[in-house]
């Protein structure tokens, strides 16, 4: 039977006040401990680095281009922690993939409470443990509260975690997360004050990894999760399962980081609004009056537009839809571009059905890149922020669900285009105010 949320359990919340939790030092036998376990488990993490994809033990039970997940056996004593693992492959460097999943600095657990982690609820680093070798490795206490779907109750852990830079056997280089929980007094249960349910993660990992193609990166993650509370076998399955599926969202926080660098870091020249009396996307005429149709600006292409076809950005900002579709297209296109790095080829409609990310339209890409401009917003992917209206009679709408993205077949090659695709190869579509698709025919 699950379990009922208490009625005080509010978001408000969180997150908590800096300082929540003591600040008490570790005493000299807790970070000898502590020491010990963390680099029992490090060494552990590397182990399973080396020989990650064990069919046997962990054979596939899901494959979509930009996720592999694998199940493998419960312990006889513990049927409810399931073992999964994860695999994805990006085109990212260290350091990218480093500044979203460390989460070390005030701005990276920010970072990932409110874009990257949708489920994290808050997280803190209660205590960091001397290393011998601060450069390659980093050792912290960290505690996190997530979010559970209902009927459940929101958890959070205290967990031992490790940082580790390595050089595997193999040679290539890697960049390796442990986590573990521990129980220590600065971290006590908080199941009273905040109704959260202390669950437990044992000898769990992510793993960074260089491949045979330069600038592409394996990412694996190994996590052995017990929800603790009354939670049925099949719920805490699905729940755990969900979680580690949820690495295929790391394509799309690369995009947001890679989107928050151009905008903080690259100048971009702006269209004098006196030069465009039309918006670059609808091509709606400006109102004499200003207030009426504002005139925004695209930080990444300098094009001035209306504020239905500007976006805000979450990080700072205006960005049109046309600018947004190329960045989701991007995520979304397989990172495995070498005839040596490859993924079988799996429709989008095979994702995983249990999984509460945004859903996405379409079927897969080809190599073909179209044509550019910031005023075709209407042949290429657009980003839909607004959820849906309902279908009307006569028109195609997209689903009234919530979509992160919309994504449509390139032609294939050497077939023609109509006179209304343009240069763009693409279905010509237009959306009015209420975020409906028109075909143009």
């Given at each position: 039977?699950?379990?009922?949320?208490?009625?005080?359990?509010?978001?408000?919340?969180?997150?908590?006040?800096?300082?929540?939790?003591?600040?008490?030092?570790?005493?000299?036998?807790?970070?000898?401990?502590?020491?010990?376990?963390?680099?029992?488990?490090?060494?552990?993490?590397?182990?399973?680095?080396?020989?990650?994809?064990?069919?046997?033990?962990?054979?596939?039970?899901?494959?979509?281009?930009?996720?592999?997940?694998?199940?493998?056996?419960?312990?006889?004593?513990?049927?409810?922690?399931?073992?999964?693992?994860?695999?994805?492959?990006?085109?990212?460097?260290?350091?990218?993939?480093?500044?979203?999943?460390?989460?070390?600095?005030?701005?990276?657990?920010?970072?990932?409470?409110?874009?990257?982690?949708?489920?994290?609820?808050?997280?803190?680093?209660?205590?960091?443990?001397?290393?011998?070798?601060?450069?390659?490795?980093?050792?912290?206490?960290?505690?996190?509260?997530?979010?559970?779907?209902?009927?459940?109750?929101?958890?959070?852990?205290?967990?031992?975690?490790?940082?580790?830079?390595?050089?595997?056997?193999?040679?290539?280089?890697?960049?390796?997360?442990?986590?573990?929980?521990?129980?220590?007094?600065s971290c006590p249960d908080l199941k009273s004050a905040y109704n959260l349910v202390r669950g437990s993660i044992y000898n769990s990992g992510t793993i960074i990894m260089e491949t045979d193609t330069p600038g592409i990166l394996d990412v694996h993650t190994h996590t052995q999760m017990d929800l603790k509370g009354r939670v049925p076998s099949w719920l805490h399955k699905v729940v755990v399962r969900q979680r580690v599926a949820r690495?295929?969202?790391?394509?799309?926080?690369?995009?947001?980081?890679?989107?928050?660098?151009?905008?903080?870091?690259?100048?971009?020249?702006?269209?004098?609004?006196?030069?465009?009396?039309?918006?670059?996307?609808?091509?709606?005429?400006?109102?004499?009056?200003?207030?009426?149709?504002?005139?925004?600006?695209?930080?990444?292409?300098?094009?001035?537009?209306?504020?239905?076809?500007?976006?805000?950005?979450?990080?700072?900002?205006r960005v049109c839809y046309a600018c947004v579709g190329t960045t989701v297209e991007s995520s979304l296109r397989s990172p495995c571009r070498s005839a040596d790095v490859t993924y079988a080829k799996h429709s989008l409609f095979a994702d995983f059905p249990d999984d509460d990310d945004g859903s996405i339209v379409g079927a897969n890409t080809t190599g073909h890149m179209p044509v550019y401009h910031p005023c075709t917003s209407s042949s290429t992917l657009l980003q839909l922020l607004d959820e849906p209206r309902k279908q009307r009679v006569g028109e195609l709408s997209t689903p009234d669900v919530a979509l992160e993205a919309l994504q449509f077949d390139w032609l294939a090659p050497g077939e023609l285009a109509s006179p209304h695709q343009g240069s763009a190869l693409l279905p010509m579509l237009e959306v009015d105010s209420a975020h409906v698709l028109r075909l143009i025919v």
């Open positions: 039977m699950g379990e009922l949320p208490s009625r005080h359990d509010n978001l408000e919340d969180f997150p908590l006040p800096p300082d929540f939790f003591r600040s008490d030092p570790l005493s000299a036998i807790e970070l000898r401990y502590l020491e010990g376990l963390g680099q029992h488990n490090m060494a552990k993490l590397v182990t399973l680095a080396e020989s990650f994809l064990d069919a046997k033990a962990f054979p596939c039970i899901k494959a979509s281009r930009n996720l592999r997940l694998y199940q493998g056996l419960a312990p006889p004593s513990e049927p409810n922690i399931i073992p999964f693992r994860a695999t994805t492959t990006v085109q990212a460097t260290f350091r990218e993939l480093t500044h979203i999943v460390c989460n070390v600095t005030s701005e990276q657990m920010t970072n990932a409470v409110h874009k990257y982690a949708y489920e994290l609820l808050d997280m803190a680093i209660l205590h960091e443990i001397p290393t011998p070798t601060p450069q390659q490795q980093r050792m912290f206490v960290r505690w996190m509260a997530t979010e559970c779907p209902p009927p459940l109750r929101r958890r959070d852990f205290c967990v031992l975690e490790v940082h580790h830079e390595a050089l595997l056997r193999n040679g290539k280089r890697a960049f390796l997360i442990s986590q573990h929980s521990i129980r220590l007094s690495l295929q969202s790391l394509h799309a926080s690369l995009e947001d980081l890679r989107l928050g660098e151009t905008l903080e870091g690259t100048y971009i020249p702006m269209v004098p609004v006196d030069a465009r009396s039309h918006c670059g996307g609808c091509g709606k005429a400006f109102h004499t009056f200003p207030k009426w149709r504002r005139k925004h600006h695209c930080q990444l292409c300098g094009e001035v537009f209306c504020a239905k076809c500007a976006t805000p950005s979450p990080t700072k900002g």
